[in-house]
C-alpha cells in the first residue's frame, strides 16, 4: 500500500496581476484607480508588480472600488504566499538532497510512509513531517532528546538514522491512541496475566496483550524493522507521562520475543521517564542488567532457571516437562538455557515458535 499524494497546485499568481487586469478592463491608469481606491499610486504599483501584499484593509478598498469580494482578494494572496513557502521550501529541499540520503526513503515509501515520488521536495517536507521537525537543522537537537540512553550496538552496519525513523513510526502509531493515565500497579497484574499467554499463538496473545497493556495505560506498538537498526526493542515516555513499548520482531521466534517483551516493561516498572533502545548484540550496564534480571524473576524466577540449567538438560522431553511445570512455552525455557550456555545455541530450536509479519505470509 502507497501513501496517496494530495494535489498541490505547482504555481500560484499574485493578487496583482489579476489587480492589474481589472483596471485595464475598466480602462483607467493606475494613478486614476489609486484616487478612487484612496491608495498611494506608489502602493497600487508596488502590488501590481508583486513586491507588496494585498492586506485585508486593501482588499476592503478593492471590493468598494471593483466590486471583486474581500475575501477573494485575501485568499488570492494566502495561495500566493503559501506557493512562494512551497517554492522556498522547494528550493531548500534541493539542497538536502544529501541529508535525504542518510533515511531508508526506500523503505518508508514501501511502507507507506512516505509519497512514492522521485520528488525530493516532497519527500524533503514529509520527512521533517514524520521526524516532528520544522527545518533539517533541528534534526540533531531532536534525536538527542528522544533516546538519552540505550545499548550500544556492536553492528558496524547499525544507524541511528534509521533507528531514529524506526521509532518514529512506533510512536505515530502510539500517539493515535487514547490511553488512561499509566497505573503502575495495574500494569505489573498486565504483566502477570500476560506471562500466561506465553504459551499461546499470536492470534490468542496479541489481542489481549494489546488491551491488557492499553488499560494500565501503556502503549504497545508492533512495529516492522528497518534495515541498520538491528533493534529488538524500545521502552520510552512520551511527552514524559506516556509509557510507550515498542517492538520490532527481529528473530522472529518466541523466545526473543517474550524477553523482549518484559525486559521493555521492567524499564517501564524500574526506570520511570527514562527512554531506552535495545539493539541487537548490544553492550550492557548495570540499568540493563536490572531490566533483565526483573524480566527473568517474572518469567521463571532466577533460582528456578539456575537450578534447572545445572542439571545439563539435553533433551526435548526434560525442556517440555519443566515448561508444563512452570507455565512457559518450553520454546522460551530453549533460549533461556542458551542465553546462560547449558544448551548450545544450535541444540533444541525446534521447540521455539516461529513468528511472522503478515505481509510476509504467503497466501494459502
Request: with cysteine.
Given at each position: 500500500?502507497?501513501?496517496?499524494?494530495?494535489?498541490?497546485?505547482?504555481?500560484?499568481?499574485?493578487?496583482?496581476?489579476?489587480?492589474?487586469?481589472?483596471?485595464?478592463?475598466?480602462?483607467?491608469?493606475?494613478?486614476e484607480?489609486?484616487?478612487?481606491?484612496?491608495?498611494?499610486?506608489?502602493?497600487?504599483?508596488?502590488?501590481?508588480?508583486?513586491?507588496?501584499?494585498?492586506?485585508?484593509?486593501?482588499?476592503?478598498?478593492?471590493?468598494?472600488?471593483?466590486?471583486l469580494?474581500?475575501?477573494?482578494?485575501?485568499?488570492?494572496?494566502?495561495?500566493?504566499?503559501?506557493?512562494?513557502?512551497?517554492e522556498?521550501?522547494?528550493?531548500?529541499?534541493?539542497?538536502?538532497?544529501?541529508?535525504?540520503?542518510?533515511?531508508?526513503?526506500?523503505?518508508?515509501?514501501?511502507?507507506g510512509?512516505?509519497?512514492?515520488?522521485?520528488?525530493?521536495?516532497?519527500?524533503?517536507?514529509?520527512?521533517?513531517?514524520?521526524?516532528g521537525?520544522?527545518?533539517a537543522?533541528?534534526?540533531?537537537?531532536?534525536?538527542?532528546?528522544?533516546?538519552?540512553?540505550?545499548?550500544?550496538?556492536?553492528?558496524?552496519?547499525?544507524?541511528?538514522?534509521?533507528?531514529?525513523?524506526?521509532?518514529?513510526?512506533?510512536?505515530?502509531?502510539?500517539?493515535?491512541?487514547?490511553?488512561?493515565?499509566?497505573?503502575?500497579?495495574?500494569?505489573?497484574?498486565?504483566?502477570?496475566?500476560?506471562?500466561?499467554?506465553?504459551?499461546?499463538?499470536?492470534?490468542?496473545?496479541?489481542?489481549?496483550?494489546?488491551?491488557?497493556?492499553?488499560?494500565?495505560?501503556?502503549?504497545?506498538?508492533?512495529?516492522?524493522?528497518?534495515?541498520?537498526?538491528?533493534?529488538?526493542?524500545?521502552?520510552?515516555?512520551?511527552?514524559?507521562?506516556r509509557?510507550?513499548?515498542?517492538?520490532?520482531?527481529?528473530?522472529?521466534?518466541?523466545?526473543?520475543?517474550?524477553?523482549?517483551?518484559?525486559?521493555?516493561?521492567?524499564?517501564?516498572?524500574?526506570?520511570?521517564?527514562?527512554?531506552?533502545?535495545?539493539?541487537?548484540?548490544?553492550?550492557g550496564?548495570?540499568?540493563e542488567?536490572?531490566?533483565?534480571?526483573?524480566?527473568?524473576?517474572?518469567?521463571v524466577?532466577?533460582?528456578?532457571?539456575?537450578?534447572?540449567?545445572t542439571?545439563s538438560?539435553?533433551?526435548?522431553?526434560?525442556?517440555?516437562?519443566?515448561?508444563?511445570?512452570?507455565?512457559?512455552?518450553?520454546?522460551?525455557?530453549?533460549?533461556?538455557?542458551?542465553?546462560?550456555?547449558?544448551?548450545?545455541?544450535?541444540?533444541?530450536?525446534d521447540?521455539?515458535?516461529?513468528f511472522?509479519?503478515?505481509?510476509?505470509?504467503?497466501?494459502?
Open positions: 500500500m502507497t501513501r496517496k499524494e494530495a494535489f498541490v497546485p505547482q504555481w500560484a499568481t499574485h493578487p496583482g496581476e489579476h489587480l492589474a487586469e481589472y483596471i485595464d478592463g475598466r480602462g483607467w491608469s493606475q494613478a484607480f489609486a484616487r478612487l481606491a484612496g491608495l498611494t499610486p506608489k502602493l497600487v504599483s508596488t502590488i501590481i508588480n508583486g513586491t507588496n501584499p494585498v492586506t485585508p484593509e486593501t482588499a476592503l478598498r478593492l471590493e468598494h472600488v471593483l466590486g469580494k474581500a475575501y477573494i482578494w485575501t485568499g488570492l494572496q494566502a495561495e500566493w504566499d503559501l506557493f512562494q513557502a512551497r522556498r521550501e522547494r528550493e531548500s529541499a534541493e539542497r538536502q538532497a544529501d541529508w535525504l540520503k542518510q533515511f531508508p526513503v526506500k523503505e518508508l515509501k514501501a511502507c510512509r512516505l509519497p512514492d515520488t522521485r520528488d525530493i521536495g516532497s519527500l524533503f517536507g514529509e520527512m521533517l513531517t514524520m521526524l521537525i520544522g527545518t537543522q533541528a534534526y540533531d537537537a531532536r534525536i538527542g532528546s528522544l533516546a538519552v540512553h540505550h545499548r550500544r550496538a556492536r553492528s558496524a552496519t547499525a544507524s541511528p538514522h534509521h533507528m531514529y525513523c524506526w521509532l518514529m513510526l512506533g510512536e505515530e502509531q502510539a500517539r493515535k491512541r487514547e490511553l488512561p493515565a499509566y497505573d503502575g500497579e495495574r500494569f505489573l497484574r498486565s504483566c502477570a496475566e500476560i506471562r500466561s499467554l506465553t504459551v499461546h499463538g499470536p492470534d490468542v496473545f496479541e489481542p489481549r496483550m494489546l488491551e491488557l497493556c492499553h488499560s494500565a495505560g501503556v502503549a504497545l506498538v508492533f512495529q516492522k524493522p528497518l534495515s541498520k537498526t538491528c533493534v529488538f526493542g524500545s521502552a520510552r515516555w512520551m511527552n514524559d507521562e509509557p510507550l513499548i515498542q517492538m520490532s520482531l527481529r528473530m522472529k521466534s518466541n523466545d526473543h520475543f517474550w524477553w523482549t517483551f518484559f525486559h521493555e516493561a521492567a524499564h517501564i516498572v524500574l526506570h520511570r521517564g527514562k527512554n531506552f533502545v535495545d539493539d541487537q548484540n548490544g553492550e550496564d548495570g540499568v542488567a536490572e531490566a533483565d534480571a526483573w524480566a527473568e524473576e517474572v518469567l524466577g532466577r533460582e528456578r532457571i539456575e537450578s534447572f540449567a542439571t538438560p539435553s533433551t526435548r522431553q526434560e525442556v517440555t516437562a519443566f515448561a508444563e511445570e512452570v507455565g512457559l512455552h518450553p520454546g522460551i525455557v530453549v533460549g533461556m538455557l542458551q542465553h546462560r550456555h547449558a544448551v548450545p545455541f544450535n541444540q533444541l530450536n521447540l521455539k515458535a516461529r511472522a509479519w503478515v505481509d510476509e505470509v504467503a497466501p494459502a
